[in-house]
């Protein structure tokens, strides 16, 4: 994938639910899963309900191969809920695609779900003593078991119900054969918004979303809050009191589209300020700023405004994303970058180049594109960076698989930008990143991967024995 | 499909199981499913393992479609378990293929089912109301969830506490990490049979797939017996007392391969006496005796053999079976069956004919056929049927979904001759079909599909509303 | 392929066209290959015009995998052609498929193709040295260009101009926007047939396919005889004077299916005779006739009919087949039988057996059926082979590529027994095969591959470096 | 796709060549392909050879899905070419993808081409009326029939002489068992430059492809030039006289990628300079200056560069392009814009906006822009495409299928900007876009579909009949 060559870190999935008797909400889900394509590549699916049926239909790949054949449809369809999601490896992939669809003593449930459960395995675990069965490594499939075995009546109560049990980071949309449900946990680690297409509702990851199939936003869903929406309209129910916020303000610096706006805050306008805000920290100075696009470009235009640097396009991105690549052998990999980016000799050519990117994860990737730019002829490469460098784990839902490979635990900022054979070198600070994200107080975010502040509870050691190692290198740290 | 076109009642599974750890286990699946293919041909799946880790893989198809790319392997792979199925309709069918994987809190199991629980609906039901979560629509899942239930300890015991709740006909192949496990249901309605292959062990709905594997017969599972194949050998539990046996007297009519021996009976012996028996029976004299190719040839050597009338080949199967066939359209649908069959005129030309079937569904390809014949030259087709008329639905794993037009339903013997224009028309008497299949005694085989007379539960009025004219029918005919 | 595993030669095509304004010829054709999908399986095409346009599907597979998503149509079509084949290895196969679809001066030609042409390579290089470019390795492509560098004003003109150029074995159909056109080389050594059906007109390879479609027999084309099809009916044309006939009386043994007539022979009766011959010429006795299914079969009856010795089926075929298969390893070869037949212990237990096979051509396989056979406790085999030893080499359209290993080209029948592991063996005499095709002259086949009497030209020294050994050999055996 | 959505011109092919005995030619080609994937995603192909064998694979698709199992391999491959085209519509799709390979009396040619032969239509019927017969409806295929009957000896005089009789647009890259071949026409329609990679040669359309593989820029191949690469390394031959000149202008504008390098000229530069001289001309002020990502970005940063008006992100483009794509119904149109593009209200509302385009084709899109701008706030949209008005048809390699929509061909300006709802609009002049282009002459580049005064010989009326409504329009305007 496009995000591993470049050295990014995977957001996990994103969700959409539609609830609307007027649309062919199958379609109106198709398209707004292909709007949150960014937030997940791997696998896809569309659950959708007629009021008495249900059907699912799920596959690996980006939307438009999942759905290249067709749509689940239904003749009387009116509600429907979507995925897509970044899988594990492993040989039980399609398994493990959602929505998950199951009957229960209640009907049906589909469920979508985007996040981490930090107590998936302990709930898990008490579940399978009590007798579940799991065919899934999901924790949706957790969820669904919690639900179905609720004593409690209504379908909004066993949710509830449910939702006390579990900890950790996630946004569900779920739907039974005549309700739509929108969850999003206590903290708010995940975005999830809300809005309204002629006498329907929609709930999406982002924005973008509802701008895509023609929705008019309405208001982010609340951390702690449940929405269920049904032929009466909507309701609105409080599962959880008011919790120390913490949106991933990752969020802000790369997963969300630019186009979106979360928890009132516009993603473009951070991002935006981020690059200002490098330009005012780091006072560097040179004949142009560029970006790595196209994560970059937001606060690279930043960054040129407040400097009045003018901004150029000094690396140009290939447009044509495949999902199998085939790679180059070892001893050419330098060609890995060549084959996504490459250097603009007119704008790059005799020039002090300031490059403005918006995370380092491995710096593997951020070393050929310095020395791509000086083969070009760059006279000096200066690198901003507007984020703050990745040292800690994520347990909230976003892939921390290369954390092993993190250049940021091991090294510091001086040694980062010898090993990258930059110029200059800075990332943003933490007080920095905080205050170009003015429309949300600082506090109310979660940055635990760059302060180590995990804001709630983490997997506990028994739990997560293939983590352990990552726990005893941020004591060591600590 | 070809038995649809042919006016076929439907077997619903095969199964096969083996533990060596010797062999390639998940090849030797692979050989064993061919040899089942005729007992399912719409999905295949094989599980495997490694004694820690499982895998399957199932798909939509022939055996030969599903694996085409690849089989499930593990490095030190010992045993494996595969399944091949029809499938019902409707757009879940790639979750309701087999093997089911799940895991509970005593690790992994695998699970193939052939056959059909009569409570599966009320266990269901029970389950669900216990908080129970159901992903398909298989008797299987019903079956792994009351294991995950079983308040006993050893997977053993589980697994015989389960077996004691659940009625009707089942052979069940199934595997945890450690242990094959092979059961056959008090009444014996399923074939399943046991065989050894160097120091491994063998279980598989027929002997031909022993064969075909290299594996040596060594006994049939008896009904209510569960044997248990593990590390320390083959261990054999009773889990339920000897009971009235039913074994499916169409296994020996039609579903069963001729080269498989079952409840030591041999098929193709059963099959022959039926010929001799119907020679006798009708008394029908002809210049030649011809088939119905190929599942009545051998009873149609029988007849010759007892008539001395000389046995012909009247009719060419075309040998190339596919799953998709683009079907005629309806002004010429006499042509489906010409695409599967065709007269041979230097046979059948001016010569009178005794035509041998095994069984007659809706009539309407029998009433082709003679056309085919009298329009290829033959001067009288007498038919004779190796069955008794098919009048009863069946509860124990054959799809009667046509019975709706079940021609022995609502027509006597001579409306059917006249309905498919043969000169006459014989179908074996029920104690002409017990005497030849001499091997196993007639008050130990099922025959309720001719008789009416169920040796076990059917299901309730209450959960198959679905099937309730079909029992209205039956009681007005009693 | 089953036919590779089972020691088979192969035929290598079958075509088949469709002149009638009034019916669905795409779908016709589509039949018709079905029906002849015994004389190709690897892959098939079907080409189609409306008067005015021309469209072709080729694909890789069996008929009902090459056309499982589509046929190709058109509004108006009234003409169409189609062809199934064995391709040869090598990484342009789907270049090859046929029909050959062109355009030329005189506007677009589709052309089918079944036999060899032996002097293909010599008019390749003359056409090459004229100018002309290929893109495929079939003889087709070496016809059409003929055709288009004619001279003549008429296609009919062209058509035969084109014909007396060229060699060896070949069955032509061929369509233009407006003419449907059937050609039968001089010699006749492929089967080619006429039928009508309703106002309009059928060319195929078999008679089968004329039942198949519906379409009434008219008769076989002659050798040396073209027909062309267009709005104002049949003509019939000599292009070559009468010339010694040479049907390839391999079609009678085995290539063909029993239910088609060849040049008046039903290939039925021809296999019925060679079984009574057999039963003279041998002189075997023995408790059974068995035979190796489904080839061997129509023998093996005629045997039984001779003799008065019971037939029963002593090994039972494994029905689905598929193009794939994985082969089991080396050292379990003799697996590779086992998945395709088995024997039927309750027939031959205890029996002395007469085995009847069409031919043998590597031996191998024999030999592991006869081991099978005792295995499962016959006393004694017999083999009974209705064809002579094959010997030599087939240069008019059956692939001898196996030539090497042709078991008759080294060893002599005694050895050949101890081989096999036979308890006696009798190959039919070339005689006694000629008397069994009663309704063909013995001087009208090719029968070259028994008696390296070759009735026409074959391939110069020159153009076969490749099979030079095969000459040389013969030579030394002459 | 994409373009067709967005409302873009279709350029038609991208080539690419490596002679390299000591470099995975096969891969490199692949790569090359992915660089020149935005000239072609409809079909690609990869033809190789090893000295004495020709391997080609092609398919419909991107690059990464035609290659997605399996490059064409050779042991000792040394000369690969490649291809990536637009196809045009109809049933034989597969058969006209290249690179076409052929035998012929010298042996293996293969061959790819990019642009249109003007006098193919006549040089199709002369080869015809030779007996030259055609399988495809590609202008290769001419070119090749027209090699293999030069009476010419070697391979590069009976190139230079089919060249001789050939008109129109073409970059030709042919390969034989021995030699790389690069040829450009002598207008020098299209671009094609050569490379160097270790001690092996590149040829490609664009120079992007060289950087991509790490192959070094040596030069722009001269129109008229043909370059000859074997074991003794390359000579140049000049098979036409220095023409005039006439690089398509449209390469400038939005064909070629801006990090390529085309006849001296940088294509960033170029454009960078469009958006300079818009924003002289126009001399349009605003709030702030938009692209239409992401072909008019680079003019736009040139209007920001000059206008000293900031450039902001604006308009947020999907990045996950699909081939297929489900549209949506004919009621939800605007739609159709929505899923491609979104507006970024944080940037334009409240703001009065010069929104930056490349083209107008149809308007359609321009339109559904613009409306978008408003509803997100903005207060003005100024319009500034960096190219003039397109009027006329293109005869040498652009799919000019639309024709008979272009909104230029039929509107002035002041209804142009009516029908799109700007509030202002402005194309650049043809003399701004001669001077933004100061690398090249004026009078060597081709701006015939601005000016209608075209450089060379355009396909006659006989052979064009399907365009005949096209030179009257013309005529009349004239």
Sequence with gaps: ?????????????????????????????????????????????????????????????????????????????????????????????????QPLMVTYAGGHISLAHNGNLTNASELRTELEQAGSVFQTSIDS?????????????SIEEKIMDSLNKIQGAYCLVLMTEEKLVGVRDPHGFRPLCLGKVGAGWVIASESCALDTVGAEFVRDIEPGEMVVIDDSGLKSYRFAPANKRALCIFEYIYFARPDSVIDGQSVH????????????????????????????????????????IPFMEGLMKNRYIGRTFIQ?????RDLSVRLKLNAVKSVVK????????????????????????????????HMCVSSP?????????????????????????????????????????????????GGVHSEDMCHACFSCKYPASIPCEASCASNKYVFEERRNQA
């Design 350 to 381: 005799g020039r002090s180049v300031i490059m403005v990117d918006d995370s380092i994860v491995r710096g593997t990737t951020s070393g050929k594109i310095v020395r791509m730019l000086k083969e070009a002829g760059a006279t000096a490469v």
């Design 1 to 97: 994938m496009i995000d591993a060559v470049l050295d990014k870190l995977k957001e996990e999935c994103g969700v959409f639910g539609i609830y609307s008797p007027q649309e062919d909400v199958s379609l109106f889900t198709y398209w707004g899963l292909y709007a949150l394509q960014h937030r997940g590549q791997e696998s896809a699916g569309i659950a959708v309900t007629d009021g008495s049926w249900m059907d699912v239909h799920r596959g690996m790949g980006l939307v438009n191969e999942v759905f290249r054949h067709q749509l689940p449809r239904m003749d009387r369809q009116r509600i429907a809920i979507g995925h897509v999601r970044y899988s594990t490896t492993g040989s039980s992939l399609l398994a493990n695609t």
């Design 141 to 153: 499939e957790v969820f669904v078991n919690l639900i179905a075995r609720s004593r409690n009546h």
């Design 328 to 332: 180059p052998e070892q001893k050419k």
């Design 389 to 437: 460098p990745i040292g800690f784990p994520c347990y909230y839902g976003i892939d921390t698989s290369v954390r092993k490979e993190l250049i940021a635990a091991s090294k510091q900022v001086e040694e980062i930008r010898e090993y990258i054979g930059a110029d200059s070198l800075h990332f943003l600070s933490l007080q920095g990143l905080w205050d170009s994200v």
């Design 269 to 308: 306008a951070a991002r935006f300020e981020m690059g200002r805000m490098l330009a005012r920290e780091s006072g560097f100075t040179a004949d142009i700023v560029i970006s790595v696009p196209d994560s970059g470009t937001t606060a690279a235009l930043g960054f040129s405004h407040e400097s009045r």
